[in-house]
T-cell receptor
Framework: DTEVTQTPKHLVMGMTNKKSLKCEQH?????MYWYKQKAKKPPELMFV???????INESVPSRFSPECPNSSLLNLHLHALQPEDSALYLC??????????????FGPGTRLTVL | KNQVEQSPQSLIILEGKNCTLQ??????????LRWYKQDTGRGPVSLTI?????NTKSNGRYTATLDADTKQSSLHITASQLSDSASYIC????????????FGGGTRLMVKP
């Protein structure tokens, strides 16, 4: 299995809602990432988990809360979001954070719209 | 500051024609360079990955080149197809900060019949 899956594909939420994005991989990768991508822009790194521990938080607002319950799963909990948080949220995984061929495999993304 | 610049920003070509996309980077220390294809609203899919010692790598109709001295890379697409319409993103990895990636702004390619 060389796939990263993300659910849901689309999500519409109000500013007072609480929702979660899910990401799963079964490639035995030990590093997992959350990116945010606005239209016509490259992905921006949000969080990095390495061996289920938060390794990097790129100064993301606390209304985004990541969670890595095990080596195959990565969640992003959303609360009190703003309309400007509407974007494509991408999950990625890699074997680890090190190595020349540390290729990141991306999921299909969740298209989030905040009303 | 690590940067990756791509050109052109957008490109329109006719089906069957070839095209070349450019990528210049100032990432240091360099680990590897990847080209991704991203369809609208989808996640990026890796086309090629090259380390410092590799000059050329092919994947079907896609051929990437790397000149580590001038810090330039190109992606050549041969005999373009309508399905090649997408954004092509050059991404450079650095040994610093856990091999984090620096993304270029992408080239939006449209192939017309």
């Amino acid at each position: 299995d060389t796939e990263v899956t993300q659910t849901p594909k689309h999500l519409v939420m109000g500013m007072t809602n609480k929702k979660s994005l899910k990401c799963e991989q079964h490639m035995g990768h030990r590093a997992m990432y959350w990116y945010k991508q606005k239209a016509k822009k490259p992905p921006e790194l949000m969080f990095v988990y390495s061996y289920e521990k938060l390794s990097i938080n790129e100064s993301v607002p606390s209304r985004f809360s990541p969670e890595c319950p095990n080596s195959s799963l990565l969640n992003l909990h959303l609360h009190a979001l703003q309309p400007e948080d509407s974007a494509l949220y991408l999950c990625a995984s890699s074997q680890s954070l090190a190595g020349d061929y540390n290729e990141q495999f991306f999921g299909p993304g969740t298209r989030l719209t905040v009303l | 500051k690590n940067q990756v610049e791509q050109s052109p920003q957008s490109l329109i070509i006719l089906e069957g024609k070839n095209c070349t996309l450019q990528c210049n980077y100032t990432v240091s220390p360099f680990s590897n360079l990847r080209w991704y294809k991203q369809d609208t609203g989808r996640g990026p899919v890796s086309l090629t990955i090259m380390t410092f010692s590799e000059n050329t790598k092919s994947n079907g109709r896609y051929t990437a080149t790397l000149d580590a001295d001038t810090k330039q890379s190109s992606l050549h697409i041969t005999a373009s197809q309508l399905s090649d319409s997408a954004s092509y993103i050059c991404v450079v990895s650095s040994y610093n900060a856990g091999n984090m990636l620096t993304f270029g702004g992408g080239t939006r390619l449209m192939v017309k019949p």
